[in-house]
């Protein structure tokens, strides 16, 4: 598809629940990046991958926090056992190779609210 | 490590009124320098770019002008029109590397 496609849009979970977000690049592009937006700002990097190789995961919590993009099915960020400070949009971006940053395409974000 | 500053918010002008974002950076070598727009209840989109000194990005009527000496890429726009309130993000990156991005400034223009 010719956008980046995240699922849920909203998602509703008790402190202690798993959270899974899926996001879906734009084909043919091989990198992808999550990303957690806080209180409307501040948006806080969390792991990138080069296909299905993580390529960056300086930002992920060592905790909780896992995720994958596995050949021929969306990526996925998962968050065991939410707590409250979870609470953010969680927005992915991917790009073609050789233009990660300059051609960054975002999706319109899942909203984790935990309860 | 690499950092990004913009000026803090909220921003409220008047329609027709010319707008100054301010955001200077800290970082290692020459970065790429960005700015992003996020309109309410979307994602960010890329609204322009510098990739070396003193290069200008430029569209949809903002500029930027990318300054080494004073580590800066303000954004400015000379007429600002009700469309434009969104929040914008500054960032910045080198090679093939993550973005990091300012905290946003959140810009409201009124008719």
């Known amino acids: 598809g010719e956008e980046v496609a995240q699922t849920p849009k909203h998602l509703v979970r008790g402190e202690g629940q798993k959270a899974k977000l899926y996001c879906a690049p734009i084909k043919g592009h091989s990198y992808v990046f999550w990303y957690q937006q806080v209180l409307k700002n501040e948006f806080k990097f969390l792991i990138s991958?080069?296909?299905?190789?993580?390529?960056?995961e300086t930002g992920m919590p060592k905790e909780r926090f896992s995720a994958k993009c596995l050949p021929n099915s969306p990526c996925s960020l998962e968050i065991q056992a939410t707590k409250l400070e979870d609470s953010a949009v969680y927005f992915c971006a991917s790009s073609q190779p050789g233009q990660v940053a300059e051609k960054l395409f975002f999706g319109s974000g899942t909203q984790l609210s935990v309860l | 490590g690499n950092s990004v500053t913009q000026m803090e918010g909220p921003v409220t002008l008047s329609e027709e009124a010319f707008l100054t974002i301010n955001c200077t950076y800290t970082?290692?070598?020459?970065?790429?320098l960005f700015w992003y727009v996020q309109y309410p209840g979307e994602g960010l989109q890329l609204l322009l770019k510098?990739?070396?000194?003193?290069d200008k990005g430029s569209n949809k009527g903002f500029e930027a002008t990318y300054r080494k000496e004073t580590t800066s890429f303000h954004l400015e726009k000379g007429s600002v029109q009700v469309s434009d309130s969104a929040v914008y993000f500054c960032?910045?990156?080198?090679?093939?590397?993550?973005?990091?991005f300012g905290q946003g400034t959140r810009l409201t223009i009124n008719p």
């Open positions: 960032a910045l990156t080198q090679g093939a590397q993550k973005l990091v």
């Open positions: 510098a990739t070396k000194a003193d």
């Open positions: 970082a290692t070598g020459y970065p790429s």
């Open positions: 991958f080069q296909n299905e190789n993580v390529f960056d």
